[in-house]
């Protein structure tokens, strides 16, 4: 099965779920464990999933407040559900995968990082980092060119306290960051020109919707197609496709779509 956007961006919205779970856990939001355990309560009792509109019915405030953490009603609600599922046991914990750190680094002559930059180009120099090693540490802030900064100055840009929480949103940034890069490189392969144009249709074939096209095509011209309308004929087999499935010798298509070759004197090659 080939490649569809549509997948890659169902994965990047479950890889969002997670990462946010994990953040409301590790600040050990009281709302966010309020809205779970009441969910989990509800799918042991009812034997399904309560709607969104349940929830907000039955808890109210705190839904609210944890659809302002995600900046998302519909994401605050797939993290209260998965992470009830999770305690209830009908999921695996979540295990986001961190990459290991590089050993084979050389070091780097770049001048220093300033930091009075914008935060969003510091933010672009930490998620390289963190492409590069998965993880921000002060040893490897230093490596990057950071080692005259201050940490606290870094802090104070980004509105943490201290190297955890730092890293803890680049980490979520990175999943965005992701994205942003998948996305520019699916505009760039759409947006590159074609080297011939293709106007046949690139879905499977069937050998009947084969033999189908053939035999009509005969029935109103009493030949067989030529080579360069199937391939010049917009939703038709290409010829390779057709001899793939009725054989590589014409008088192969005329049996499979049962004419004798033998009275046929109409072929066209």
Known sequence: MGFRFGD???AMLREKIDSKIVELNRKENPEFAICVGKTAELIVQEGNVPTPKTLVEILGTN?????????????????????????LGMLEPINLEIKPKRTDK????ARPVELDMPPH???????????????ITPKNLGDYNFNRANLEALYQKFGCKNIWELEEIVRTEYVFYQMKKEQQEQARLVNRP?????????????VEEIKQIVADYYKDHRKLP?????????????AETVKRYLGRDRDDWLKAIGV??????????
Do not use: F
Request: glycine share 4%; proline share 7%.
């Open 8 to 10: 890659y961006n169902e």
């Open 63 to 87: 839904v609210h407040k944890v659809t302002e953490l995600c900046s998302s009603r519909a994401i605050a609600y797939e993290c209260i559900v998965k992470q009830a599922k999770i305690n």
């Open 106 to 109: 050389q070091p780097r002559k």
């Open 121 to 135: 180009l510091l933010m672009n120099k930490l998620l390289k980092i963190y492409e590069d090693d998965g993880i």
């Open 194 to 206: 074609a080297m011939k144009p293709i106007n046949r249709m690139v879905s499977g074939w069937t």
């Open 226 to 238: 030529p080579v360069n309308w199937l391939e010049n004929t917009p939703g038709m087999p290409c």
């Open 260 to 269: 004798d070759p033998k009275s046929d004197v109409c072929k066209s090659y």
